[in-house]
């Protein structure tokens, strides 16, 4: 199965893509996308649809992701 | 006393005269410096009811313990009045050298009182003041009048100015500094502009005293060194503040078309990698280790210099995807020296006027180069300009035709880049806001996404709308002291008190500055009491068509969203019951007395009817 994950801001610095596909054997959930992607340990909120996902919230074939840091803004 | 100078230089513009002044310890340790100082000054000796642009105001320029020590990010000003645009309290944070040069020449605190009869500019050397003719620079955008006071005085002197559009008393102009600068959105540029004052200009040579120079000396280099790899690892200055943007379009909080969209698909055009890619420059403030200050060209070829709320309110809610054209529209609020969020929020409006039939014109979104001219009208206050330079909502209530409706503001100030349809707690944010709708007093959008449940309405984004207006007013706004190494590094808050106590010899703990943001946070909310007498509730609401399902998204991931009247009103309960403030958002006698107010509530109680104390939440009814 495919995953579309999109990385805003540092996270698309550090790890050098915005936006791309990820294949799993199967479902993950949110935080084993999060450790593949190479998140791991860094606060981050990651959404569906513009809502939250817990870490054990699991995905489906061809959802996407957004990832983001918790930033403040301007 | 050990931190502060303990001492104010009150200058009298109309007489062509100055004094020393001092404070006391308990001042200074009750209000800290910064918002602090500036909020107690002013509500001291301002009459309720003066003209925020008349000779009577008086326009403070105010640091505080630890401004301008070699500490990160430690190079803030606070400049304060009463505000033309909001008609209470107001005041900016801007990175300047006049955050160190003032503090070298001897002063926490300086008080602008009266108004020149003819343009001038004010220089301070140490103890030593002198009036200035300024009729040559008057007329001048902010990049030349900087320039020239530079060449005069030098590129490290402290120096504040305005633009055309503070000349002209445009309600939203600002002050500014070091060319990319900018600060006081409610209009502390048109007071400055008021008083026939140009510029300030300071230039200092004292040491600042210290509790403890030599721990604060090795501490700051450690800790500069420190943040600085800190974001170097987290490569959070790549992208900046403009990082932003990409994720409240993501998320549907992004103002597009005066807020009547919240995504939009050009909106990557003026992303964060789009803005990182284009720039040509990197500035920022004094003792800054993250540089956030992105310069790109603009359409004609000038250095703009950008962040996420400029791009957000001069992009995507113009409906402007062309981010040369975006960048234009920045520099020339710059040079005029007027607010970037309250140019484009009134823009908007008047956009949005004109299509809702309210108001005659020709000007639509998309259309940049009309942007542009009326960017310049509205900051020489030539047709139409000089109606949209009283801002949006006062603007609607002249235009009238219902429009104040969609005059995206709370309290008279424009909001900041963030559409707040679906997002409750940030819309309480803003609305509670005592100086109008600014970001800088709260933002919980990813706390609410992540740890809350999005469109809730649940005590807890009350509580942590207070938290961060406690720890903003005390710390951040009253220090003063950039937020960026905090919120966006995560570098530790019990910093914060460590350096206090470094500076003051003080023993404060974390609790202690919060304490001190909660009687901030009731002296700002009792200044807009006292100046608006008959103030209710309704004050602390968001904009209205948030409440409006006709203005609900009507695709993507929030389509049909609103914010619902009768739960913001219970959440707007629970924060009012956690303040201690009476159903009508007046802080009571028992909560201003148990944070040392009681002169204050006796004040206050002479124009405004203040409650003894609060009735219990659930029998108060709305």
């Known amino acids: 199965m495919k995953v579309r994950v999109r990385l805003i801001g540092q996270f698309s610095e550090r790890l050098g893509f915005a936006e791309k596909d990820l294949e799993f054997p199967s479902a993950p959930t949110a935080a084993e996308l999060t450790a593949r992607v190479g998140l791991k340990g860094l606060e981050h909120v990651i959404t569906r649809e ?25 | 006393m050990k931190g502060w100078t303990g001492n104010i230089l009150r200058i009298d513009l109309t007489k062509k005269t100055h004094r020393k002044e001092q404070f006391t310890e308990e001042f200074a340790r009750k209000w800290i410096g910064g918002r602090g100082f500036a909020l107690k000054l002013l509500w001291d000796e301002l009459k309720p009811g003066i003209d925020p642009l008349g000779p009577e105001n008086k326009l403070l320029v105010v640091l505080g313990p630890i401004a301008g020590v070699p500490m990160p990010n430690s190079g803030k000003t606070i400049v304060a009045a009463k505000s033309p645009l909001t008609g209470t309290y107001a005041d900016g944070n801007i990175g300047s050298h006049i955050t160190i040069q003032l503090r070298k020449a001897g002063y926490d605190i300086m008080i602008l009182e009266g108004r020149s009869a003819k343009p001038e500019y004010v220089l301070v050397e140490d103890d030593k003041v002198t009036f200035h003719p300024a009729e040559d620079l008057w007329g001048k955008g902010t990049f030349d009048t900087q320039k020239v006071l530079e060449d005069k005085y030098g590129r490290t002197a402290g120096i504040l100015s305005i633009g055309q559009a503070g000349e002209n008393k445009v309600l939203f102009a600002v002050v500014r500094s070091m060319e990319g600068r900018a600060g006081g959105r409610p209009g502390i540029g048109a007071v400055m502009g008021s008083k026939n004052l140009k510029a300030i200009v300071v230039k200092g040579t004292k040491e600042i005293p210290m509790a403890d120079p030599k721990e604060m000396k090795a501490r700051g280099v450690g800790d500069l060194k420190k943040v600085g790899d800190m974001d170097k690892k987290s490569k959070w200055s790549v992208q900046g503040t403009n990082a932003v943007l990409s994720w409240c379009n993501e998320m549907a909080a992004l103002p597009v078309r005066n807020h009547r969209l919240s995504q939009h698909p050009e909106a990557w055009k003026l992303d964060g990698q789009r803005t990182s ?33 400029n791009v957000g309110m001069l992009g995507p809610n113009l409906e402007i995807f062309d981010l040369k054209q975006m960048a234009s529209l920045n520099y020339m609020c710059d040079d005029f020296g007027m607010d970037t969020i309250s140019t484009g929020g009134t823009l908007s409006w008047y956009a949005d006027a004109i299509d809702q039939g309210a108001a005659v014109g020709d000007f639509k979104f998309g259309d940049a180069e009309a942007a542009k001219v009326l960017t310049r009208k509205i900051a020489l ?45 940030q819309a309480l944010a803003f609305g509670t806001s005592a100086i109008g709708a600014h970001h800088k007093e709260a933002w919980i959008i990813t706390y609410e996404l992540k740890f809350s449940e999005r469109g809730g309405y649940g005590r807890d984004k009350a509580q942590k709308v207070v938290d961060l207006q406690r720890i903003r ?47 901030i946070y009731a002296l700002l909310k009792a200044f807009w009491c006292r100046e608006h007498p008959d103030t209710d509730r309704t004050q602390d609401y968001p904009p209205r068509v948030y409440f409006d399902p006709r203005i ?19 959440l707007l309960s629970h924060y009012y019951d956690i303040r201690g403030w009476d159903k009508r958002g007046v802080p009571t006698r028992k909560t201003m007395v148990s944070l040392g107010l009681e002169k204050e509530a006796d004040q206050l109680a002479k124009v405004c009817k203040v409650s003894e104390d609060c009735v219990p939440i659930g029998n108060r009814g709305v």
């Open chain 1, 50 to 74: 513009g809502l939250p996902l817990a870490c054990e919230d699991r995905l489906k074939d061809k959802d996407r992701v957004v990832i983001a840091p918790i930033f403040s803004g301007g």
């Open chain 2, 277 to 309: 890619s284009a720039r040509v420059a990197t500035y920022g403030c004094p003792n800054c280790t993250m540089r956030c200050g992105i310069a790109i060209k603009d359409k004609e070829g000038h250095e703009s210099e950008i962040d996420y709320e």
């Open chain 2, 381 to 425: 206050r030539e047709g139409v300009g000089d109606l949209l330079a009283d801002g949006s909502l006062k603007a609607s209530r002249k235009v009238g035709h219902h429009s104040e409706a969609y005059a995206i503001q709370c309290k008279g100030l424009e909001l900041s880049a963030y559409n707040c349809k679906y997002v409750p707690g």
């Open chain 2, 473 to 519: 007013s005390s710390i951040f706004e009253s220090l003063p002291i950039c937020r960026f190494p905090w919120i966006e590094l995560g570098w530790d808050l019990k910093n914060y008190p460590e350096y206090y106590n470094i500076a003051t010899g003080a023993n404060w703990t974390l609790d202690d500055f919060l304490r001190t943001g909660d009687r």
């Open chain 2, 552 to 570: 609900a998204d009507k695709e993507g991931i929030i389509a049909g969203k609103h914010l619902e009247l009768d739960k913001y009103d219970e």
